[in-house]
């Protein structure tokens, strides 16, 4: 089993820049990847960002330079770095880990909300 918790989210201006954080806890070793998930209201979940236990990272198109994934296995840590924000970033940004390359865990989300 592994637990998830974000934290960071919060209100902020187009053009503005967040950073969400999601540890984990229970067996960590067994974590192959782990995402970054968001879902904006009426829309499905989209998968926003990817790292692999060899720290190998994949973007959707759109957050491209603009979002950087990163983690600290020293602290069992996923980071989301979210600059130059737009409003169609509002969504809840979920965090999400693999185990053993079959099941996926999921926290409960934290609100990104980008307005002016």
């Known amino acids: 089993q592994v637990q998830l918790v974000e934290s960071g989210g919060g209100l902020v201006q187009p053009g503005g820049s967040l950073r969400l954080s999601c540890a984990a806890s229970?067996?960590?070793?067994?974590?192959?990847?782990m995402d970054w998930y968001r879902q904006a209201p009426g829309k499905e979940r989209e998968l926003v960002a990817r790292i692999t236990i060899s720290s190998i990272t994949n973007y959707a198109d759109s957050v491209k330079g603009r979002f950087t994934i990163s983690r600290d296995n020293a602290k069992n840590t996923m980071y989301l770095q979210m600059n130059s924000l737009k409003a169609e970033d509002t969504a809840v940004y979920y965090c999400?880990?693999?185990?053993?390359?079959?099941?996926?865990?999921w926290g409960q989300g934290t609100q990104v909300t980008v307005s002016s």
């Open positions: 999400s880990a693999v185990l053993s390359s079959v099941r996926r865990f």
């Open positions: 229970g067996s960590t070793f067994g974590i192959n990847v």
